[in-house]
């Protein structure tokens, strides 16, 4: 159990607040990438609740620093969907069939039967740490998303990695279907991505959520600092990723 690991990554947290800022410009040919990516913003609040449904699941195996630090998380997912909201509403971007379509997948997630710790350590590793970076490469400067989507990694970064080190100290596992489930969600985010360059290469986002899941790694992802994510249950308290 690596009790110190929690305690230390709760002081590492840093406020902020939630900045109400104009839409931006994105990029040619990302418009409904980015779309889908905003719309998959209502798992956030679900993430909260998987985390109380897993602290109940797990009430007598948790110590008090890892009830305090999923608390803080489940507390970071309300400003999350608060500042997601307010993203969306300023690109407004989004088709009512975009919305429907994320409303199902969210449904999925919910009704898949990993444990709930271990569907929020999948989703946070292998799905936000490709969302997030696609807000920042795919949108212009001056536009919310950017600074949205900063604030809300250097979060993530925490959260993935108590929620995998959690897993594994909960004795937890992946299904092959939660893998898929991953995927296919990553899937229905890029399927009409289609910008030039490096960053609007949907193949390229996808290998990156793959080996983020299979390896902890994205090495197409290294020069943003963003791609690093030790493997599932591998995760130790000197090795932490590194999300910027």
Same mark, same amino acid.
């Given at each position: /159990?690596?009790?110190?690991? &929690?305690?230390?990554? #709760?002081?590492?947290?840093?406020?902020?607040?939630?900045?109400? $800022?104009?839409?931006?410009?994105? /990029?040619?040919?990302?418009?409904?990438?980015? @779309?889908?990516?905003? %719309?998959?913003?209502?798992? %956030?609040? %679900?993430?909260? +609740?998987?985390?109380?449904? $897993?602290?109940?699941? +797990? #009430?007598?195996?948790?110590?008090?620093?890892?009830?305090?630090?999923?608390?803080?998380? *489940?507390?970071?997912?309300?400003?999350?969907? %608060?500042?997601?909201?307010?993203?969306?509403?300023? &690109?407004?971007?989004?088709?009512?069939?975009?919305?429907?379509?994320?409303?199902? *997948?969210?449904?999925?997630?919910?009704?898949?039967?990993?444990?709930?710790? @271990?569907?929020? @350590?999948?989703?946070?590793?292998?799905?936000?740490?490709?969302?997030?970076?696609?807000?920042? !490469?795919?949108?212009?400067?001056?536009?919310?998303?950017?600074?949205?989507?900063?604030?809300?990694?250097?979060?993530?970064? *925490?959260?993935?990695?108590?929620?995998?080190? /959690? =897993?594994?100290? #909960?004795?937890?596992?992946?299904?092959?279907?939660?893998?898929?489930?991953?995927?296919?969600?990553?899937?229905? /985010?890029?399927?009409?991505?289609?910008?030039?360059?490096?960053? $609007?290469?949907?193949?390229?986002?996808?290998?990156? =959520?793959?080996?983020?899941? +299979?390896? $902890?790694? @994205?090495?197409?992802?290294?020069?943003?600092?963003?791609?690093?994510?030790?493997? !599932?249950?591998?995760?130790?308290?000197?090795?932490?990723?590194? &999300?910027?």
């Amino acid at each position: /159990m690596q009790e110190n690991f &929690y305690k230390s990554q #709760l002081n590492k947290k840093t406020s902020w607040r939630v900045v109400k $800022g104009q839409a931006g410009a994105v /990029m040619p040919g990302s418009e409904r990438a980015i @779309a889908r990516a905003l %719309e998959l913003r209502i798992l %956030e609040l %679900e993430v909260a +609740e998987f985390l109380k449904d $897993g602290s109940k699941r +797990e #009430l007598g195996k948790l110590t008090p620093d890892m009830v305090a630090v999923i608390q803080s998380n *489940i507390d970071d997912e309300v400003k999350h969907d %608060e500042a997601l909201n307010h993203a969306a509403s300023v &690109y407004n971007l989004a088709t009512s069939k975009e919305t429907s379509d994320a409303k199902y *997948i969210c449904r999925e997630w919910i009704d898949h039967p990993d444990h709930p710790i @271990a569907k929020t @350590a999948v989703m946070e590793s292998s799905l936000f740490f490709v969302l997030l970076p696609m807000f920042r !490469f795919l949108t212009a400067k001056g536009g919310c998303l950017k600074a949205t989507s900063q604030d809300i990694s250097n979060d993530v970064n *925490i959260h993935a990695a108590v929620h995998r080190q /959690m =897993s594994k100290d #909960l004795g937890l596992t992946v299904s092959p279907s939660l893998n898929k489930l991953r995927r296919d969600t990553v899937d229905w /985010m890029l399927a009409d991505l289609n910008s030039p360059g490096k960053w $609007g290469s949907r193949e390229m986002w996808m290998r990156s =959520s793959d080996s983020l899941f +299979e390896k $902890g790694i @994205a090495p197409e992802l290294a020069s943003t600092g963003s791609y690093s994510m030790p493997a !599932f249950f591998e995760i130790r308290s000197d090795n932490l990723p590194s &999300y910027g």
